[in-house]
């Protein structure tokens, strides 16, 4: 239901009533923790790989990371939380966008989506302070230079021609695979139709064996992700919600 | 010109003191006193130039080599990591914007509430504020990804009309640090003018008297030219006040602006604006140590009374930071938000917390226990050693906001200590080039505001008013 602001320049919804335009669910009780999606991602998206030296000191640069954490402090009780993938939430009030000086952290109209323009990164990396989800990762060396990692050349030949290979300097993110997204929306158009609900998905999610990771359209209220959220209404949360950044991304909460 | 005479204090009998012990009431004809600062300026030693080229070397050395190294292979060189992707080369800028902070106090604030013992220091805090404001831009360059598109940072006319976003808090900061840096340069300017052409006239020719000659603007004295000159001193003078002020608390809405735990503090303007103050006041004080032990006629100029001024600013404002840190420190505190406590259980009780507690000692207790004394304050090694023991503690202050106040955020995943790589020898190099600056200036333009300090003799004499002996000041407005 849109309010009627009226006022010129100002959209005629509040940003809460938006719903966004691509989304996802995320079951933590499905998650088993194997990683499958983080290779999937950083194949399907040329993520570089950093080496063993910066890897040990915490520069992995993957777009989507398992998190899994301590519960308890005391040794016999040890309890884990249960595992949490946590990509970029693709919010829609999001913290990374202002804060950039040169307009390369934006935000898409058209896909309600935060984009990162990688050849305007001037590396400020003013974005990856203020993401409170802590997802954004940093080009700190040229690691597909062969000269840094000379035996990582035959992996050169795996990437994938529809995505940018990022130099050093520069801030990159997880897109929600927009090259799959445009991909079925550039067939999409030439069929003279919208885009489906379930027509593609996220590598994260494909790669997904227990169809933890769900992506979807979050405008159609028959989707799939919008229909496993409205059936389990206790157990979605928002991360963070506190931070009223506005995610589009719904966890279902696990172990409960 | 009209003087009113007016008494200023009146000595108690038991503690009469000498009044030649104050520059002002200390003259000395003005052909000497020139000749005393020509002297200083261009007489050099071995131990100069061998410093000099000490210096130069680790210039080239940290800001050459280390830099091409940090732009040729990335950030990754520095110890620049996930959570903390700012290190010490923001704590760099910080700092350095701060030690620019005390020139423009010293010598406008100080100018406009017309405090006469400023006036031989003047020019030596003016020019930490453009040489110290350098190393900050220069290491705002070095903490880029891509050095090399900074220029993306400024709003030129381009083809693709792409402007930068003014959204932004660094864009704020950008424009803020050069109104700073060309409206301090300007305000160093003025009042030299009469001081390069006090040494143009004695300079015999070559090179230097080409110099001279060109920035004294062929300034001669005259009356009109006088008054144009105190005038436009006295517009810089009330117009850089706000500019200060507005530097410094911009450059802490990097942080404040930003939506991390520790960050986002609402007393951040004030508490940055007076972080820079104590630690500028204290860079002032070592650097007038250094001035009067190592020039030539300097102690003439700068006497226990300028180290008493600066002893009593410092423990003003050493006060006034320990209130504001009380502030800062308090609310977070008792409003309980878990992040904000865990920032400041991570600073007090974490594996850095002996930065948290070596910064409140130097930058508390040392002040406070040695400046109360006048007799500890009019000693010019005690007041460089605390001054530069302040420096150490509003460095470490900026240490534990930037690096180690971002360790902690809202993703305890991710938590992972920072350590400093090649930023241990780059910021070396910003205080060499720091000291190389003011070494070479000091052979170049005069330290010492002369025409000040002889409109300030002029003005103060002794009186016998009955029996007492009253320092009076001729109002020369």
């Not at chain 2, 010490?88 to 100080?110: D, E, K, Q, R, Y």
């Not at chain 2, 420190?329 to 002996?354: F, I, M, R």
């Not at chain 2, 720091?434 to 002369?450: E, G």
Request: charged content about 20%; proline content about 6%; aromatic content about 12%.
């Amino acid at each position: 239901m849109a309010t009627e602001l009226g006022m010129p320049g100002v959209p005629n919804q509040l940003e809460e009533e938006s719903v966004g335009r691509w989304g996802m669910v995320i079951d933590q009780d499905l998650c088993t923790g194997c990683q499958a999606c983080v290779a999937a991602c950083s194949m399907e998206n040329n993520v570089p790989i950093v080496g063993e030296e910066d890897a040990g000191y915490g520069r992995y640069m993957h777009w989507i990371r398992i998190e899994r954490l301590w519960d308890s402090k005391d040794y016999p009780e040890v309890k884990m939380t249960p595992f949490q993938p946590m990509l970029c939430q693709q919010c829609h009030n999001a913290p990374c966008e202002p804060v950039c000086p040169v307009y390369a952290s934006v935000h898409s109209m058209s896909e309600d989506l935060n984009l990162q323009v990688y050849n305007r990164c001037v590396g400020t990396r003013y974005c990856g302070n203020n993401c409170p989800y802590q997802v954004r990762s940093f080009n700190w060396r040229d690691y597909n230079d062969e000269r840094i990692h000379p035996e990582l050349v035959t992996l050169h030949n795996q990437m994938n021609p529809d995505v940018t290979v990022r130099r050093r300097g520069v801030m990159e993110k997880c897109t929600f695979c927009i090259q799959r997204i445009h991909k079925a929306e550039d067939k999409a158009k030439s069929e003279g139709r919208d885009v489906q609900d379930g027509e593609f998905t996220t590598a994260c999610a494909q790669a997904c064996p227990t169809n933890a990771i769900r992506f979807g359209r979050l405008d159609d209220p028959e989707s799939q992700i919008n229909q496993i959220a409205a059936t389990n209404p206790s157990r979605a949360y928002h991360a963070l919600e506190e931070v009223r950044t506005l995610p589009r991304i719904t966890y279902l909460k696990g172990g409960v | 010109m009209a003087t009113i005479a007016k008494p200023l204090a009146r000595p108690r009998a038991e503690e009469h003191e000498d009044p030649r012990q104050y520059l002002m009431h200390d003259p000395l004809p003005r052909g000497q006193m020139n000749a005393m600062v020509m002297e200083a300026m261009h007489e050099t030693n071995p131990i100069f130039w061998g410093i000099t080229g000490v210096l130069a070397a680790i210039v080239l050395f940290a800001l050459g080599y280390e830099w091409y190294i940090l732009i040729m292979q990335g950030q990754g060189t520095a110890g620049v990591l996930r959570p903390d992707y700012w290190g010490v080369f923001l704590v760099n800028t910080v700092f350095w914007i701060g030690i620019s902070h005390a020139g423009t106090f010293i010598s406008a604030i100080l100018r406009v509430l017309k405090i006469e013992s400023r006036r031989p220091f003047t020019r030596a805090a003016e020019l930490m504020t453009t040489f110290g404001l350098v190393q900050a831009g220069l290491s705002i360059f070095m903490h880029l990804g891509r050095v090399w598109l900074v220029y993306w940072m400024f709003p030129i006319p381009n083809e693709r009309r792409i402007w930068p976003d003014f959204h932004s808090p660094l864009m704020w900061d950008l424009m803020a640090i050069t109104t700073y840096l060309l409206c301090s340069t300007m305000y160093l300017f003025l009042p030299l003018i009469p001081d390069l052409a006090m040494a143009r006239d004695r300079t015999k020719g070559g090179w230097l008297k080409t110099f001279y000659k060109t920035l004294a603007l062929g300034f001669r004295g005259t009356e009109g030219e006088w008054k144009n000159l105190t005038t436009a001193m006295n517009i810089f003078a009330f117009a850089i006040i706000p500019v200060m002020f507005s530097v410094h608390t911009i450059v802490s809405w990097d942080f404040a602006m930003a939506s991390r735990p520790g960050w986002s503090s609402t007393v951040f303007g004030p508490y940055f604006v007076i972080g820079a103050l104590h630690s500028g006041m204290a860079a002032v004080a070592v650097v007038l140590f250094l001035l009067r032990s190592s020039m030539k006629h300097y102690k003439y100029f700068i006497r226990a009374e300028h180290f008493n001024t600066m002893g009593t600013l410092m423990l003003l404002v050493s006060m006034a930071w320990a209130y504001f840190y009380f502030n800062d420190y308090l609310v977070p505190w008792y409003g309980g938000d878990v992040w904000d406590k865990l920032v400041q259980e991570y600073t007090e009780k974490g594996p850095l917390a002996y930065l948290w507690y070596t910064m409140l000692i130097v930058n508390i207790a040392v002040p406070w226990a040695t400046l109360w004394n006048k007799k500890w304050r009019q000693t010019p090694w005690l007041l460089a050693i605390v001054g530069l023991l302040i420096n150490v503690g509003m460095y470490l202050e900026r240490y534990i906001i930037i690096p180690v106040g971002v360790t902690i955020n809202r993703m305890p995943f991710t938590w992972r200590q920072y350590e400093p790589r090649i930023e241990v020898p780059m910021t070396i190099g910003t205080f060499a080039l720091f000291l190389l600056l003011y070494m070479l200036a000091s052979r170049l333009i005069p330290l010492i505001p002369v025409w000040e300090v002889q409109e300030g003799q002029e003005a103060h004499m002794i009186r016998k008013i009955g029996k007492a002996e009253i320092s009076t000041l001729s109002d020369l407005e």
